[in-house]
């Protein structure tokens, strides 16, 4: 079954440091794959996407992320983070063919003046 | 691209009530997700919302609880039935993410019972 790892629940940046998120994935074929945002009281924001293609993806936000399929990786990265980027972040794949999304824990990100 | 509008976005509910929620699409759609996503929790999805037909739920989520409406290809409602202090969560609706678009997905409604 399709499954989706992120195994950092919480992590404080200084601002203006860099940013890892780790994202392992677990499905049979080629996965649809996606970061998105939750900032607190909103909705979910996608940053950015994987289909095909370009292992390294760029997203909104200056955001970006790199497929690995020998790691089953998508981990998000940003060079510089912004007090603005506090919020919790989600991986998900793409399920099935009904296009369902299954996520994983999300990680809440923390930024330190 | 797809807007969702999601109603209310919240409620604090006494338990033993129901609450049905909302959920408007501004195009056509043939499937709707309806997840749920308990305080410190992902998202789970509850069901997928077809029109026409039954909704298909997940494991654990049963139609007695979560009955679910899909009248037309652009409106759904999920309704949570005989409210327990465990069902406070935040409930969203989404449109697929299929072969290569994104999955949008409405505001949330935030749940409280008390």
């Known amino acids: 079954a399709q499954s989706v790892t992120q195994p950092d629940i919480h992590i404080t940046v200084s601002e203006g440091a860099s940013l890892e998120l780790r994202c392992n994935y677990s499905?049979?074929?080629?996965?649809?794959l996606f970061w998105y945002v939750q900032s607190p009281g909103q909705g979910l924001q996608l940053l950015l996407k994987?289909?095909?293609?370009?292992?390294l993806v760029q997203g909104i936000k200056g955001f970006e992320a790199e497929f690995k399929r020998s790691q089953s990786s998508f981990n998000l990265r940003k060079p510089s983070v912004h007090w603005s980027d506090a919020a919790e972040y989600f991986c998900?794949?793409?399920?099935?063919?009904?296009?369902?999304?299954?996520f994983g824990k999300g990680t809440k990100l923390s930024v330190k003046p | 691209s797809a807007v969702i509008s999601q109603k209310p976005s919240r409620d604090i509910c006494q338990r033993g009530t129901s609450l049905t929620i909302q959920c408007q699409v501004d195009?056509?759609?043939?499937?709707m997700f309806w997840y749920r996503q308990q305080p410190g929790q992902s998202l789970t999805l509850i069901a997928t919302?077809?029109?026409?037909?039954?909704?298909?739920?997940e494991s654990g989520f049963v139609i007695d609880k979560f009955p679910i409406s899909r009248p037309n290809l652009t409106f759904s409602t999920l309704t949570v039935s005989n409210m327990s202090p465990e069902d406070s969560s935040i409930y969203l609706c989404?449109?697929?993410?299929?072969?290569?678009?994104?999955?949008?997905f409405g505001q949330g409604t935030r749940l409280t019972v008390v």
């Open positions: 195009s056509q759609v043939t499937m």
């Open positions: 919302a077809n029109q026409g037909s039954e909704a298909t739920y």
């Open positions: 989404s449109v697929p993410a299929s072969g290569g678009t994104e999955a949008f």
């Open positions: 994987y289909f095909s293609g370009d292992t």
């Open positions: 998900a794949v793409e399920g099935g063919s009904q296009g369902n999304l299954i």
């Open positions: 499905y049979g074929a080629t996965p649809y």
